[in-house]
């Protein structure tokens, strides 16, 4: 069974922090990586894509990758209220992605 | 919701009842999926369809069936609905060059 591991949280920040989420992953063979944010009640929205080590960066967002170490990660700078959602890690498996249970992120004012 | 439509958005059935969910897309995106959430579970695949004509079972299959109707077109039939299935079941599209997926709003079952 290919793993995503997340710490569910609550991962409590106050405003303008920066937020850091995790996710490990079991399937050393996967290659594209995802960051997937989901408001209480809604559908999975995707925010972030990365395929190669390092980061990349998105406006406040920036995505980590380190395939030796099978890890990667979200930073969320300037946290806002309206970031305060769960996020999910999802790892590439064939024509399917496998994701991680989420991390609840709190963001308070 | 990146041209992925849903219906029912929510239903509640009673044990035995059958039922069919519906998921539709208008990006012309050659995989369809089907998916269930429930609390501290996070996201389980039931069934995808590669491509029109395909279909292959995921991780939580049992106690579901799938039609791929035509490219726009998959659906999730429950043939004797069970409390075990109430959840919360999104459908998302993948087009062939990218593994990035988008998912529908979701469609919200209980079953009594």
């Known amino acids: 069974q290919k793993e995503v591991e997340q710490n569910s949280g609550p991962l409590s920040v106050p405003e303008g922090a920066i937020a850091s989420l995790n996710c490990t992953y079991s399937d050393r063979g996967s290659q594209s990586f995802f960051w997937y944010r989901q408001y209480s009640g809604k559908s999975p929205e995707l925010i972030m894509s990365i395929y190669s080590n390092g980061d990349k960066e998105d406006g406040r967002f920036t995505a980590q990758l380190n395939k030796a170490s099978q890890y990667v990660s979200l930073l969320i700078r300037d946290s806002q209220p309206s970031d305060s959602a769960t996020y999910l890690c999802?790892?590439?498996?064939?024509?399917?992605?496998?994701f991680g249970g989420g991390t609840r992120l709190m963001v308070k004012p | 919701n990146a041209g992925v439509t849903q219906t029912p958005k929510f239903q509640v059935l009673k044990t035995g009842q059958s039922m069919t969910l519906q998921c539709a897309q208008d990006?012309?995106?050659?995989?369809m999926y089907w998916y269930r959430q429930d609390p501290g579970m996070g996201l389980r695949l039931i069934y995808y369809s590669a491509s029109e004509g395909t279909t292959d079972k995921g991780e939580v299959p049992n106690g579901y069936n799938v039609s791929r109707l035509n490219k726009r077109e998959f659906s999730l039939r429950l043939e004797s609905a069970a409390p075990s299935q109430t959840s919360v079941y999104f459908c998302a599209i993948r087009d062939y060059t990218a593994y990035e997926q988008y998912f529908g709003p979701g469609t919200r079952l209980t079953v009594t």
């Open positions: 999802a790892v590439n498996a064939g024509n399917m992605l496998t």
């Open positions: 990006m012309n995106h050659n995989s």
